[in-house]
């Protein structure tokens, strides 16, 4: 069973930044950071293979958001900067066993989900 916990969120002026954790137990071998507006679907915004297989991110961040990991923490973090309005959301860190590379920002891939953490950016 593989179960995440994220933190990290909260309320920032535009150009800002906050980083965001996602406190991982099990095993996992991809994982991704999502974030869902007000009325819209669900957006992949970066993710990364934790055996070192490399990192995605979605063109809307692609720049200002950076995901990275601390295996000695069985953390993966979001760093975000350049904060923009349109970056409100809430987001989720989501993690699977097993990834197709060329769906890896697709949140069909993911079966585990956080209970995700609001970011809000005001201009």
């Known amino acids: 069973q593989v179960q995440l916990v994220e933190s990290g969120g909260g309320s920032v002026q535009a150009g800002g930044s906050l980083k965001l954790s996602c406190a991982v137990s099990?095993?996992?071998?991809?994982m991704a950071w999502f974030r869902q507006a007000p009325e819209k679907g669900r957006e992949g915004v970066a993710a990364?293979?934790?055996?070192?297989?490399?990192?995605y991110y979605a063109g809307s961040v692609k720049g200002r958001f950076t995901i990275s990991q601390d295996n000695a923490k069985n953390t993966v973090y979001l760093q975000m900067n350049s904060l923009k309005p349109e970056d409100t959301a809430m987001y989720y860190c989501a993690a699977d066993r097993s990834c197709r590379s060329d769906r890896v920002l697709s949140d069909s891939e993911y079966k585990y989900w956080g209970q995700g953490t609001q970011v809000t950016v005001s201009s």
């Open positions: 990364i293979y934790t055996d070192g297989g490399g990192t």
């Open positions: 099990g095993y996992t071998v991809c």
